[in-house]
């Protein structure tokens, strides 16, 4: 992160096969103890990069530096004590039981017939308890799960004492405990162990939420490098995977997917934090979202954001303005109905009570989840068409069936 | 807590004491049993004096012993051969002939037996057959190693092998049609693969050969246990893949080449000795294996070719029959009883 | 697990037997009624004759097949293919020792239309004169067969020991008969083959008068060997590079040297003709042998006791090939099945010498010691 020279350092790089060039132009380094994703959509050339990474494959043009030595010249004994690979094939030979099976990640370091001395057992059982694993010593590897699998690959490549480690999709097939384990295995040993870590990832949010870098690989090129801070914008996230139907919130560090909005329009007066849920419900429903008024500071207005619901903005520690309020009616007439959230009043959001006058006064069917409140008091010479809704899923519920009704 | 696996260790060793014990057990039972009956008496006066000269003599030394021990080694050769070929290919049903190697010393023995040119007035040299089988599977040997230097995976060679093999055969087949019906009996004969006939020095050199051959092959034990994990992960550990592929065909096909050249092919052995040891030792651990598949190969080929001398004495049965015949069912109920896939 | 292991034993064991009691009635060759040739068992062949115009036989593969005249119609029953209408006036025979048959039924000239040998390789002149004729035509190598030129010459019956061509025959409307026996042929039933052969050309006073023939011959040489000198021991087989085969005590040869007043050395051994047998019990009895009668001919490679022994060093220690004698047969001797009297009183001069002072062998031919100079 500073002064120290970086433990694999790529320059002008071009990855791929006899006839065909995957990545070119590829210049980038990676630090001691950093955690660093490869992100891309499937056949990028993830994996071409990391197999000439790890030598597998020869380098079509340029130099990967792995702590200054040169990776062409460097001798394999070497390599072995600096660099492991996770990879995504099976392998399960018969009769191994997990100890043995880690305990050839030894293989640099032990001797002619590959005995194993006491110093190599110690490091054995640190890789196996650095994954968690300690229950599973002595079982067959062809009973391991896939989780327990992949820890105990890790903990093989553990177990050459490498300075570097990359791996490749390693969280696939995974299931969610395991996900989280696995990275989170991986995570420490950046920070405790100061191993440095090279995954390609499909979970853009995880790696967000953990690297230090990430690539983006696209178009037989790295179209960005640097800190997932920075980098990861809903933007450039579209952009690298091609797809429309989602959205990623960079604040929120999560994807959120957008409806189709075929179901009718709906307004949403929401804030305070009180509508998240709500809004993917809608969308999940097809349904399209107007909102208002939000503060641009407020929750709701991120989700709905990343959603691609229309929102009607105030600034943050504002008084919501009159301007904003006609608006905000103007587009209630266009909507189907309207959603109350029951969200909290305060001095700021006073006027979206206007709203919801306005709401009743128009005839708009009001669906509320507001608790003792007087709505009548409220709109004394309204039609009262008022739906009172105890959460979400039935407030939705509801609206569905009254729209299903009203079409008739 | 102890790493060592203490209480399989000993399994272990309670094998390999038991098929040692096995193997001294049917040597002696080839050497004091055939189908010319030798008192034990007399028996104990020829190995005494070591006399060759009367019939019973010659025939305890010169017939008996010698392939007594062609059978121990022919079968030991055969099993680590095999062994090699399916950690390599990381294939369970390999074999070591499945680079064409019989089938490449069957076609230079085809050659000889049935094309005109060495019949006739020339004595025909002992050593013709013997030759030309060594020269038939070592040069396969050659063609299949100088391609696997040039091949990226296992699946390519195995491949060539296998197209190999259907190649000589073909030729084979070829010259089997417009042979003579006398010549053809001594093909036929060579083709079922026998330890008959074995003489003193063409044990020497399979025991010298061989034995220099296994010694590199237990060497290459920590390799192998690597490459158990396929190619890539054996790379990333500081295997030299290069390197070890021609080491480990070359010692595969030598050993099964020096095999086929003077005993014919026997078929087998190779392909179901492996999977019986790992089943016996429970592990995959190749420093055990090798050792094991030594010795069972050794027991199992000795003891199928006490059979098939004995079985319907003095008519010889043909021994690739014997061992499949007893070999299928073994590994069967192995498999069966551990329910284990391999 | 325990049902599996039982089914597996009792199948093996069910095999085992099967395999080892492959006994038909060989030493036997029964005849019901001599005169009236109703039924006649000839080793694995049989002749039923169940009617005056029908006759069914059993070949050597145990097939049926049935025998009526020209123009009858076949009895219910049976198959096209196994219909075979009597006399035959075409037939194509692989074996030598079924043309020489022929020969000795008289019918060679006339009925003989191909053959698996080339003409160079034959040594029976009819063969050879039909040959150049063009009438017997060369029809490719025993296991490379042009059917196509077998169709040519409108065969009625082939006579072979490959069952794999059945299927092309039946597809031709030929009728096959299998001539090879699952066991050695013992020596009646090899003097009796002529009489399965008979009815298919009417020719049963031919076959009767080569069995009396042969019979008188045999007679001779038991009357001429009752009082001769010891028995000889006396081995047939042949050498090759590791292995040796011989011919089993169950062959002709076994009972011939059994009534010329010698020993055999293969007795005890049974199975079918060319078994493999142990190189310890080959020494073991070629320590005593007095004779030995090889396979292969001085053109095929027996041309002289050194090359029998360069072959396999091991078993130049045999007596015969020390200070006893080795006897190749022939070119001629496989194609001689008719002169079967002949053949059976060499080997018996062969036995015992001093039986048959003026005696000249025209099957046989004694090996050097050394092979020949060649003549550069």
Known sequence: MNQSQPVLQVDKLSVGYQDKVVLQELTFQIEKGEFVSLLGPNGAGKTTLLRTLSRHLTPLTGTVYINQTDLKTMAQGHLARTMSV??????????????????????????????????????????????????????????????????????????????????????????????????????????????????????????????????????????????????????????????????????????????????????????????????????????????????????????????????????????????????????????????????????????????????????????????????????????????????????????????????? | MSLKNVELKNRQLIWFSIIAAFMIISVALNILIGSVPISLSELYQIIMKHETASTKGFIIWNIRMSRALAAVFGGAFLAVSGLLLQVFFRNPIVGPFILGISSGATLMVSFVM????????????????????????????????????RVKSGITLLIVGLMMGYLCHAVTSVLVAFAEKEKIKGFVLWQLGSFSGFQWNEIQVMVVVGGIILVLVYGLSKPLNAFLLGEEYASSMGVNIRLFRILILLCACSLAGMVTAVAGPVAFIGLAVPHMARLCFNTSNNRVLVPGCLLMGGVITSLCDFIARMAFTPVELPISAITAFFGAPIVLSLLLKRKVSI | MKKIKQWLIGITITLLLFSGCKSESTKSVKEKDVSDFTFMSIGSFSVEQIEDNWTEVRDGAGRTLVLIPHGTKAPDGYEPYQVVHIPVKRIVAYGSFDTAVLKVLGVIEDVLVGVTTKMEDWTIPEVISGMKQGKIAYLGDYNTIDFERLKAQEPEVVLTWDPSIIPMLNEMGVACVITSTPVAMCLTARMRFVSFLAPFFNREKEAKAYFTRVSQSLEQIRKKTLNAGPKPKVMWGDIYEKRVLVEPGNAWVGELVGLAQSDYMFNDVYGRSCIEISLERFLYSGEESDILFTYRTPKTGATSKMALAKINPMLAGVKPLKDGKVYSPLTNYSQSGDKLDEILTDIAAILHPECYPEHRLQYFTELPEKDPKRIM
């Not at chain 1, 099976?101 to 196996?128: H, Q």
């Not at chain 1, 097939?173 to 090279?198: A, F, N, P, W, Y």
């Open chain 1, 86 to 408: 996770v990879l995504t094939e099976k392998v399960s030979p018969p009769f191994f039981r997990v100890l043995d099976f880690v305990a050839l990640g030894r293989y640099p370091y032990t001797g002619f017939l590959g005995k194993l001395s006491p110093t190599d057992d110690k490091v054995v059982m640190a890789a196996i308890e650095m994954v968690h694993a300690m229950d599973l010593l002595f079982r067959d590897i062809n009973t391991l799960s896939d989780g327990e699998r992949q820890k105990i690959l890790i903990a093989r490549a553990l177990a050459q004492e490498p300075q570097i480690i990359l791996l490749d999709e390693p969280t696939m097939h995974l299931d969610l405990k395991h996900r989280m384990e696995v990275m989170t295995i991986l995570q420490s040993l950046c920070r405790d162990k100061g191993i440095s870590v090279v995954a390609s990832l499909h979970d853009v949010d995880i790696a967000a939420k953990i690297s230090d870098k990430v690539g983006l690989i696209k178009d037989a090129r790295i179209i960005a490098w640097g800190e997932p801070e920075n980098i990861l914008r809903a933007k450039t996230v579209a952009a690298l995977y091609d797809f429309e139907g989602a959205a990623f919130n960079r604040f929120l560090g999560s994807i959120e997917f957008r409806g189709n909005g075929t179901n009718g329009t709906v307004f949403v007066v929401a804030g305070m934090g009180s509508a998240a849920i709500l809004y993917r419900l809608l969308s999940k429903r097809g349904f399209s979202i107007v909102t208002g008024v939000l503060h641009k500071n407020d929750l709701d207005f991120f989700v709905a954001d990343s959603l691609g619901a229309d929102c009607l903005t105030q600034s943050p520690m504002e008084v919501i303005t009159p301007e904003t309020v006609q608006k905000a009616k103007k587009r209630i007439t266009e909507a189907a109905c309207v959603i109350d959230t029951g969200f909290t009043l305060g001095d700021l959001n006073h006027e979206n009570l206007d709203l919801l006058k306005a709401a009743m006064e128009m005839g708009k069917p009001l669906f509320s989840m507001r608790k003792d409140f007087n709505f009548s008091q409220l709109a004394p010479s309204s039609q009262d068409i008022l739906f009172s809704c105890e959460d979400e899923a039935r407030l939705v519920t509801m609206l569905e069936e009254w729209l299903r009704e009203t079409s008739r």
């Open chain 2, 114 to 149: 049935l094309t005109t040119a060495t019949m006739g007035f020339t004595l025909l040299s002992p050593f013709m057959t013997t030759l030309s089988a060594f020269v038939g599977a070592y040069g396969t040997m050659l063609i299949i190693l100088s391609i696997a230097t």
